[in-house]
């Protein structure tokens, strides 16, 4: 039975050694003995999926085995979004890997607390699809706007001058009354002839 430790660190991230110590000296605090060749920390930003994580996927699949210890930092080691991090926690639990969130609590992830933190994210995932629905159709919308240069006359002025234009009016009498260019009213004009 080995004991392994993870920790993710933004890749924005200058001085890696004192993180390294950082964690090192925080799973002393929380009792747990790790030898330093089994402490992974990967240099990777928290959207980055966990199929991009090499060092993760690697410990995960090739180091540790059955009824090893993983010690991650927080619920942010094991995905980047709900989703993932529920899909990271079936896997771990799949290869019977016993899993410590020392963010989330001190002790073996397993029993009821482990049903209710499954059952917790299984929500988030709910709400997370509602959110990225919403910015998806909020998207939409926005890139459903007209751009470009508003225009100068609304559609009962623009209906205004072609019955007017069709009555005989001139294009430059339609343009002085409406204050806008005869480039405008000629535009409409071949518009509404189409």
């Known amino acids: ?23 090192i000296s925080m799973l002393n605090d929380f009792n747990h003995k790790v030898q330093d060749t089994r402490v992974v920390l990967e240099l990777v930003s928290v959207d980055k999926s966990i199929s991009l994580r090499s060092m993760f996927f690697n410990l995960i699949n090739y180091s540790l085995e059955e009824d090893d210890f993983l010690i991650v930092k927080g619920i942010d080691c094991l995905g980047n979004s709900f989703k993932e991090i529920l899909s990271t926690i079936i896997l771990i639990e799949r290869k019977k890997i016993k899993l410590i969130i020392l963010g989330y609590m001190n002790n073996e992830l397993k029993g009821d ?73 000629q535009r409409i004009i071949e518009k509404s002839s189409e």
């Open 113 to 185: 607390i482990k049903e209710n933190l499954i059952h917790f994210i299984g929500i988030c995932i709910g709400f997370e699809k509602l959110f990225l629905s919403d910015q998806t159709a909020d998207k939409k919308y926005k890139l459903s706007k007209k751009v470009g240069r508003p225009e100068k006359l609304t559609n009962d002025q623009k209906q205004e001058v072609i019955n007017k234009f069709k009555k005989g009016f001139s294009v430059y009498s339609l343009a002085k009354d409406l204050a806008v260019s005869r480039t405008v009213i």
């Open 1 to 23: 039975m080995r004991t392994y430790a993870y920790m993710r660190i933004n890749s924005n991230l200058d001085d890696f050694d004192k993180e390294k110590e950082f964690f």
